[in-house]
Nanobody
Framework: VQLVESGGGLVQPGGSLRLSCAASGFTFSSYVMSWYRQAPGKERELVAAIASGGGSTNYADSAKGRFTISRDDVKNTLYLQMNSLKPEDTAVYYC???????????????WGQGTQVIVSS
């Protein structure tokens, strides 16, 4: 299983970035996919999630109206479009894949290595 994030970098306040997460080694379309972030000295927090099949999305209050999560189940890729970036968005952003098997206690939870986003002038 691999989750490989890309697209991070240094951007000025008000700018935009598009993060990508390329997945392999599992049935991508069957997993809830999420973006988390962790700032220095803080706990990892959920930024946005998208259901398997892309039917529903969920955002942290801090991301609503500025970030958009999407997925391409043909390319096995997860995206996070981030607009109107603020210095407080500075963090390492992680891709997460999660699946629980209904009727059993089996759960699968995978993480990428993270991509750094720095918002600074």
């Amino acid at each position: 299983v691999q989750l490989v994030e890309s697209g991070g970098g240094l951007v000025q306040p008000g700018g935009s970035l598009r993060l990508s997460c390329a997945a392999s080694g599992f049935t991508f379309s069957s997993y809830v996919m999420s973006w988390y972030r962790q700032a220095p000295g803080k706990e990892r927090e959920l930024v946005a999630a998208i259901a398997s099949g892309g039917g529903s999305t969920n955002y942290a209050d801090s991301a609503k109206g500025r970030f958009t999560i999407s997925r391409d189940d043909v390319k096995n890729t997860l995206y996070l479009q981030m607009n109107s970036l603020k210095p407080e968005d500075t963090a390492v952003y992680y891709c997460n894949a999660y699946r629980s098997i209904s009727g059993s206690n089996r759960r699968y939870n995978y993480w990428g290595q993270g991509t750094q986003v720095i918002v600074s002038s």
